[in-house]
């Protein structure tokens, strides 16, 4: 499936500003009024009372703080529940991933509980590269005497949070019931998120830009595909594949057929040569790699890690552990990487990009059989001034 093409332009960014404020210092990140940002999955629940029920969600007009939409969270419940306590959770990019100077990350709330009677819980949690990953705290609906049915504001803190660039995912999690007051209501309770914002800093568009290395669009770009040993075998391959894109129209297919079912802890990589003319990766911040991984079937961790080249060195940029980060398969992901663990890499003369690809990596096996497929897709700089011609970071939701 193909990502929806909604991207947030420069002047698709709104400012707001709240009662009380001085100045216009709080940056709108998503308004929900051009396409979903966000990735959604079930974390945890309590089976038993009624089952786990399902979750949905999808930019509806039915409520919004701004504009004609908002982002909204259905969680349906298969019967009446007593003292249910799931954890639901989604996930989204950042949008703007220099949080530099912000002290608090915000959004508006409406909790759609009719007929049910619980309080509620609602905590954003940041992941930044290798991963770093903050809670940044529980709010109470309940302790804080917040009504439902109500657009409700809440801003938490990020004094103390380093660091704050880059900042790649918030994940959402939302706790309801809780021991306090059971959820006395079947069907669906609705959640719709608008205007999650970041509070703090200075008016203006941002100036962190992505120079896109590798689109995926033309001829494929990788050499030297192949099965590290002690890998259990299995043959490996690239090609531009039309299945999966974060933008235009194809992606960089990665293949690792197994070999056997199941396999244990391999590792393959891939070697991009850096396009001709863009040798010269002075004043990025780092590396951005956006990744489909498809594992239906598969129940194993992943990691993943670039080396970049230059002369005959092979530099080392650090794991990026997909299972310690809780990334599920099937969805498009962005990650971050900054030079801070390549000591001693030329950014005058980089010549190309190992990608390493750990499979299983010792803690959980493979247990499928057939393909393990890992699209690439708008691999790129980041951090760097902004040539023209090449668009803000955040456009690339
Ligand atoms: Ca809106
Ligand atoms: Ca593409």
New binding site residues.
């Given amino acids: 499936m193909k990502r929806s093409s909604s991207k947030l332009s420069i002047a698709g960014v709104a400012i707001v500003c709240f009662l009380g404020s001085t100045a216009c210092a709080d940056m709108t990140l998503f308004d929900m009024e051009w396409g979903d940002p966000v990735t959604w999955q079930w974390i945890a629940g309590t089976p038993g009372v009624g089952g786990p029920g399902t979750q949905s969600h999808e930019v509806s007009s039915a409520q919004k703080h701004s504009g004609d939409f908002s982002l909204k969270w259905r969680y349906t419940f298969p019967t009446p529940v007593g003292d249910i306590w799931p954890v639901i959770e989604m996930t989204c990019g950042t949008g703007l991933n220099d949080w530099t100077g912000a002290t608090g990350l915000g959004t508006w709330m409406y909790f759609d509980l009719t007929g049910a009677k619980t309080d509620w819980t609602i905590e954003p949690v940041i992941t930044n590269p290798y991963p770093t990953i903050t809670g940044l705290g529980n709010w109470n609906s309940g302790a804080d005497g917040v009504p439902n049915n109500t657009w409700t504001q809440h801003v938490w803190s990020l004094s103390g949070v380093s660091p704050l660039a880059p900042v790649d995912h918030i994940r959402w999690q939302y706790h309801t019931g809780d021991g306090w007051q059971p959820i006395s209501k079947s069907n669906n309770v609705d959640i719709y998120l608008d205007d999650i914002f970041l509070a703090g800093l200075p008016p203006g568009p941002p100036t962190t830009t992505t120079l896109v290395l590798w ?3 033309g001829p494929d770009p990788a050499t030297n595909p192949r099965v590290a040993p002690p890998a259990s075998g299995g043959t490996v391959s690239t090609a531009i594949s039309t299945a999966h ?7 960089l297919l990665w293949r690792y057929q197994l070999p056997e079912n199941p396999v244990n802890d391999t590792w393959i990589l891939i070697t991009l040569p850096t396009p001709t003319g863009k040798t010269d990766w002075t004043g990025s911040l780092g590396l951005s790699a956006w990744m489909y991984f498809d594992l239906t079937g598969a129940k194993t961790y992943w990691t993943i890690q670039p080396h970049p080249w230059n002369g005959a060195t092979r530099y080392d940029m650090g794991n990026w552990n997909a299972g310690g980060g809780g990334v599920p398969a099937g969805q498009w992901i962005r990650h971050l990487w900054d030079y801070s663990q390549a000591a001693g890499l030329d950014l005058a003369n980089v010549t190309a990009t190992d990608w390493d690809y750990h499979l299983g990596d010792g803690w959980i096996p493979l247990i499928k059989a057939g393909n393990i497929d890992l699209y690439l ?2 691999i790129g700089l980041y951090g760097l001034g902004g040539p023209a011609g090449i668009g803000p970071e955040w456009a690339l939701y």
């Fill in positions: 689109d995926m669009e894109a974060i933008t235009g129209n194809s992606s897709d708008d």
